[in-house]
């Protein structure tokens, strides 16, 4: 709404609002932790307010090969903010890349939103840790049941909201 209190404007930016329409100059409201406007400029005060005239405001970006478990998953919160990406518009990356990623999605999720990461992530199931998990570091094809076992991992993971199946094919087992 546009007569909603903010902590912060953006003001007189060029805003591209990821719904494919044509861009516009305008504000973009904040309070809290989310946007509660945006939209035509308008003449409210906030706490702060950035001037972002001849500058572009975009929706966060979304990293589609991305290396962040590291960052992610560190005992250190400073670092699973996930400065590196942030600083850069990247609000979103992916996990799971190359073939690593769990078939444990949900637990994985609830684990990662619960250590105060600073992305939003995207999982893959991947093709390492299922045949690993069903025939360890065999270097061999698998069985008809075998093969159901890992299907059935897979159907997992994507019923927890993986959106697909990465492969590794350069790294063992996968190989």
């Known amino acids: 709404?546009?007569?909603?209190?903010?902590?912060?404007?953006?003001?007189?930016?060029?805003?591209?609002?990821?719904?494919?329409?044509?861009?516009?100059?305008?504000?973009?409201?904040?309070?809290?932790?989310?946007?509660?406007?945006?939209?035509?400029?308008?003449?409210?005060?906030?706490?702060?307010?950035?001037?972002?005239?001849?500058?572009?405001?975009?929706?966060?970006?979304?990293?589609?090969?991305?290396?962040?478990?590291?960052?992610?998953?560190?005992?250190?919160?400073?670092?699973?903010?996930?400065?590196?990406?942030?600083?850069?518009?990247?609000?979103?990356?992916?996990i799971g890349v190359d073939g690593s990623g769990t078939p444990d999605v949900a637990a994985d999720a609830g684990r990662l939103a619960a250590s105060g990461i600073g992305t939003n992530i995207v999982s893959f199931v991947g093709f390492g840790p299922v045949r690993e998990r069903v025939l360890g570091q065999d270097g061999r094809a698998p069985s008809a049941a075998e093969l159901d076992r890992m299907k059935a991992l897979v159907t997992k993971g994507m019923c927890e909201w993986a959106v697909g199946l990465s492969t590794g094919l350069f790294y063992a087992p996968q190989s």
Request: charged residues 20%; aromatic residues 6%; negative net charge.
């Open 1 to 94: 709404q546009a007569d909603e209190a903010a902590d912060v404007i953006i003001r007189g930016g060029t805003i591209h609002d990821g719904s494919g329409g044509e861009p516009f100059v305008g504000d973009v409201a904040i309070r809290g932790d989310r946007i509660v406007y945006v939209g035509p400029s308008r003449r409210s005060s906030a706490g702060r307010v950035i001037d972002a005239s001849g500058m572009i405001v975009a929706p966060g970006f979304i990293d589609p090969h991305t290396h962040a478990d590291s960052f992610i998953r560190s005992p250190d919160k400073a670092v699973r903010v996930n400065a590196a990406w942030l600083d850069q518009g990247v609000s979103t990356v992916m």
